[in-house]
T-cell receptor, first 115, second 112 residues
Framework: GAGVSQSPRYKVAKRGQDVALRCDPISGHVSLFWYQQALGQGPEFLTY????????KSGLPSDRFFAERPEGSVSTLKIQRTQQEDSAVYLCASSLSARGTYEQYFGPGTRLTVT | RKEVEQDPGPFNVPEGATVAFNCTYSNSASQSFFWYRQDCRKEPKLLMS???SGNEDGRFTAQLNRASQYISLLIRDSKLSDSATYLCVVNILNTGGFKTIFGAGTRLFVKA
């Protein structure tokens, strides 16, 4: 069956541009997560959705970052006025569980480079 | 202090060796625990969940010590294919649901 997919896989943006990253979770998965992973580091939590509700956005680094999941399936992470420090791999994960007890399945990530 | 801490390594071990990784967490509201494996330039994948009673999956054994707030992973009879970064993961229960915290990872290199 299909896993988690993300698009684009690679994105180069000039500083100041807006970008939108898409995540298609596994069908039927209630929970969806976004993470930011810098080189040599573990994934850093950005935000969490349970169906269409964004229950935790405490990891978003600034108000330039915005995420939505309007119909409880596909999610978009938007970064406005990109800065060089936004360069990282952005990972999306989904899980069947709404309680954190089950495995999270990760997409391949979007590698964002801000020049 | 980070919420989840791991020794970054790298651990360089010969094939057949036994290697152990530890991870400590600071939030007492931590509810569930996992080890994930991440290969270079790939996404993380679940290696195993960690239960209070300890659990084993083939060559891999995971332990949880809630009192001391640490998690361990033991790999026996290391294979070349075990070379990867091992990520300790903690889910913290909060009012909104839960939040997932990853450690920075421990790098393992298994040599022939």
């Amino acid at each position: 069956g299909a896993g988690v997919s993300q698009s684009p896989r690679y994105k180069v943006a000039k500083r100041g541009q807006d970008v939108a990253l898409r995540c298609d979770p596994i069908s039927g998965h209630v929970s969806l997560f976004w993470y930011q992973q810098a080189l040599g580091q573990g994934p850093e939590f950005l935000t969490y959705f349970q169906n269409e509700a964004q229950l935790d956005k405490s990891g978003l680094p600034s108000d330039r970052f915005f995420a939505e999941r309007p119909e409880g399936s596909v999610s978009t992470l938007k970064i406005q006025r990109t800065q060089q420090e936004d360069s990282a791999v952005y990972l999306c994960a989904s899980s069947l569980s709404a309680r954190g007890t089950y495995e999270q399945y990760f997409g391949p990530g979007t590698r964002l480079t801000v020049t | 202090r980070k919420e989840v801490e791991q020794d970054p390594g790298p651990f360089n071990v010969p094939e057949g060796a036994t290697v152990a990784f530890n991870c400590t967490y600071s939030n007492s509201a931590s509810q569930s625990f996992f080890w994930y494996r991440q290969d270079c330039r790939k996404e993380p994948k679940l290696l195993m969940s960690v239960y209070s009673s300890g659990n084993e999956d083939g060559r891999f054994t995971a332990q949880l010590n809630r009192a001391s707030q640490y998690i361990s992973l033991l790999i026996r009879d290391s294979k070349l294919s075990d070379s990867a970064t091992y990520l300790c993961v903690v889910n913290i229960l909060n009012t909104g649901g839960f939040k997932t915290i990853f450690g920075a990872g421990t790098r393992l290199f298994v040599k022939a």
